[in-house]
RNA sequence: GCGCCCGUAGCUCAGCUGGAUAGAGCGACUGACUACGAAUCAGUAGGCCGGAGGUUCGAAUCCUUCCGGGCGCACCA
């Protein structure tokens, strides 16, 4: 409601400046207020002209005032301050287009059980767009950085699809690199595995049930120490060790490659399977090893060299590779760029940025006859989850060819990020360029504390900070199962106290339901920028600014409708049979004050998400959801809704907690939190 | 050395394209459960928005500079 009636203002005082002062502005600013006195939108454009004009903006806003008029929606505009323009809606009307019976048409996706749904039909005006998230090595087990990757993807995409958009999403898997190599030498040297023995590790820990994953992650961790624990030729030939073993990985069909293939394949599994836990999904999973196998680097390699964006260098440090111009670099023609970027090694083997480049154009469909096969991997409880292979199967659904992409990756990888965007961009493809999106977030670090309490050996130096890094390499940081299961045996325990007359099945499920509410809203309360610095106080907090908090604001309407006897949608249908002049007496007074401004709050969901979107900020979304959560709760507290003995009065409050639930709802829905049935 | 990010209440963080009196959660202290269940609410204390200049009607927000912290700058992925 909120961002049409912004439009319609926007648009109005534009019509009205050029009809007035034969002004043309482009961007009228057009902004809610901080306060309700203020009105419920106002604008400072007078503030802004008085210098052009050379009048004093008092003035100037009296006359836009005057030349505004009547304006459907709006009871009123006003002069404040030094020369503000503050706009008051007509109340009854904005209740009415908030309860949104009859449904507004320009706020379709109104309706919760459209989003997220599989009947859900995207708008085909806007893109198809692709966001890639996770991507987490598959040699170890998620740790609470891979979490906040992709809990920020998937909200993304719920994000997204609420937004109207077809989203494809991709989890980019690198089963060719260092980091698998890594975890197959401890496997094979350290262990002295034969390929039939992993193979037989795998149905035993299967049987126990016991984690793959977890193995790998003890295993990872050793190996990387072991090629810095022997005398220097020891490590020199370990090292060996390791860069044989990931060229036979790259190379495919041989015994190694086979152990890497059986890892990565049941370590990627438990990915999903821990995911999935979270209520994240995906379609696709492209793999690095059909990059290389299909060839797709052959096809992006002459475009490069056609485009001149790749050039063989003659001399200096770079001499014998193909090379690049990074970003920003300022060389003369003819001039040695030994800052240049190498693409081909001088071997003649490809680098990272440059498998990337091949990949980003078959994200973008620009790369003519190459594509992956396609086979099914994992299946969810509605659809495919397909992998990505060399010979896939005959009918298979198309991936790639977006219009616009989204890269979930952290801060730390931006300037290869920049670099495959430069290459774009050098190729003439501009438009794709600026539609790549490097969605970049800080890391989560572990706080001195928590590393204490972890059992982990902390250096003065490292106490003394205000946060370590967590590394795989090293076997430092918190699992993510481990902290779903410490977050369930929380809940459950909470559970247990409160829900006595529910049966344990009934119980089990809510603990789940609050627990990933408190996970996933932990991990977006944050802005992207700003580094998690991980404590388990803090993300095993129920109170406050959490999930929880949210979860139980609904719960509790839920609790009145229940008790009631009524529901959301026949008390909506019920108010709007009220006459306007009496719902408008019930939003008058002190009193109201914050009922009408709960309402207002409820109002803005497709303006928060518009800009959640356009600032690629999922945290917006979240704190629209607490404000929402605690103009409730302190509403709640205020005005006694069941006892109400004014039956009409009674029909709008509940109509208030009504608005209030399908809000919380559906912006929960959106960050990927249930609202369960009871807490 | 170069590039990017951060510095706001005791702690953790919001503050949208510059706008009206800088906000929230946690923690501390006072209160509120025989109400729609307190995983809640009300209240109190707590701030030279890292420092200094500038831009303008107006700066936490933009520019310059300095200080402090983090992360990148491979023929690693």
């Known amino acids: 409601m909120y961002l049409e009636l912004q439009k319609q203002l926007a648009a109005h005082l534009r019509a009205v400046l050029k009809a007035k002062y034969s002004i043309e502005i482009e961007n009228i600013p057009v902004e809610i207020p901080p306060e309700l006195k203020f009105g419920e939108l106002a604008t400072p454009i007078a503030l802004q002209l008085a210098r052009t004009l050379r009048r004093a903006p008092k003035i100037i806003a009296q006359e836009i005032v005057e030349a505004l008029g009547a304006l459907p929606g709006f009871a009123g505009f006003e002069v404040a301050g030094a020369g503000y323009i503050n706009a008051r809606l007509d109340r009854a009307a904005g209740v009415r287009a908030i309860a949104g019976v009859g449904s507004h048409p320009s706020d379709k996706n109104n309706d919760v059980a459209r989003v997220g749904h599989p009947a859900f039909v995207p708008d085909s005006a806007k893109d198809h767009v692709l966001v890639e998230h996770t991507s987490i090595n598959p040699n170890k087990a998620a740790h609470i950085g891979h979490l906040r990757n992709a809990i920020l993807g998937d909200t993304f995409v719920r994000l997204l699809r609420a937004s109207g958009s077809q989203v494809d999403v991709q989890n980019y898997i690198d089963n060719t690199g260092v980091q698998v190599a890594d975890v197959v030498v401890g496997f094979v040297h350290l262990e002295g595995k034969s390929l039939a023995e992993v193979r037989a590790l795998l149905d035993k820990l299967k049987q126990k049930g016991e984690r793959i994953d977890y193995y790998c992650w003890d295993l990872y961790a050793r190996t990387s120490q072991w090629y810095e624990q ?95 111009r990074r970003p920003g670099a300022e060389i003369a023609e003819g001039e040695l760029d030994e800052d240049a970027k190498v693409i081909v090694r001088s071997n003649g083997t490809i680098t990272y940025v440059g498998k990337d480049i091949a990949y980003h154009l078959w994200k973008f469909g620009l790369l003519p006859g190459r594509d992956f096969g396609y086979k099914k991997f994992f299946t969810y409880p509605d659809h495919e989850c397909w992998i990505s292979a060399e010979q896939g199967e005959e009918e298979h659904p198309h991936f790639g060819g977006a219009q616009a992409i989204y890269n979930v990756i952290d801060s730390r990888q931006s300037d290869p990020q920049a670099n495959v965007i430069q290459a774009l961009r050098g190729m003439g493809h501009t438009e794709q360029a600026d539609r790549y999106t490097h969605f ?240």
């Open 440 to 679: 970049s977030y800080e890391m989560v670090a572990l706080t001195p504390r928590c590393a204490v309490d972890l059992g982990y050996d902390v250096s003065p130096e490292d106490q003394a900070r205000p946060y370590i890094e967590v590394s795989g390499r090293k076997g430092f940081g918190v699992k993510a199962d481990d902290l779903i299961d410490k977050l369930i045996a929380a809940t459950s325990e909470e559970v247990e106290k409160r829900q006595t007359s529910r049966d344990e099945a009934e119980r089990q499920k809510i603990a789940g339901q609050i627990a990933i509410g408190a996970l996933r809203y932990f991990m977006l309360k944050f802005t992207r920028n700003s580094v998690i610095a991980f404590d388990f106080r803090d993300a095993l907090s129920f109170e406050g600014e959490t999930g929880p908090y949210c979860q139980y604001a609904a719960v509790r309407i839920r609790n009145i409708f229940r008790k009631g006897g009524t529901t959301e949608a026949a008390v909506l249908v019920e108010m709007t049979e009220l006459a306007p002049a009496q719902v408008a007496g019930f939003l008058e007074g002190e009193e109201a004050e914050d009922i009408w401004a709960l309402w207002l709050r409820a109002g803005r969901r497709s303006l928060v998400l518009d800009q959640a979107i356009t600032a690629s900020e999922p945290a917006y979304l979240a704190k629209h959801a607490f404000q929402l959560a605690q103009e409730f709760n302190n509403f709640y507290h205020k005005h006694h809704i069941l006892t109400e003995e004014n039956p009409a009065k009674k029909t709008f409050l509940l109509a208030t907690a009504a608005v209030a639930f399908r809000e919380l709802v559906t912006v929960l829905a959106w960050l990927g939190i249930e609202t369960p049935e009871a807490m």
């Open 230 to 324: 022997g005398s220097a030729e020891e490590n020199a030939e370990r090292k060996k060790l390791r860069y044989a073993t990931l060229h036979a990985l790259e190379e495919g069909d041989n015994e190694t490659a086979e152990v890497a293939e059986l890892i990565s394949t049941a370590v990627l599994r438990r990915h999903l399977e821990t995911m999935l836990r979270l209520d994240i999904e995906y379609d696709f999973l492209p793999r690095e090893s059909e990059i290389l196998h299909l060839k797709f680097w052959d096809v992006a390699f002459e475009q490069l060299k056609q485009t001149g964006v790749l050039y063989f260098e003659t001399e200096g440090k770079n001499k014998g590779c193909w090379v690049m």
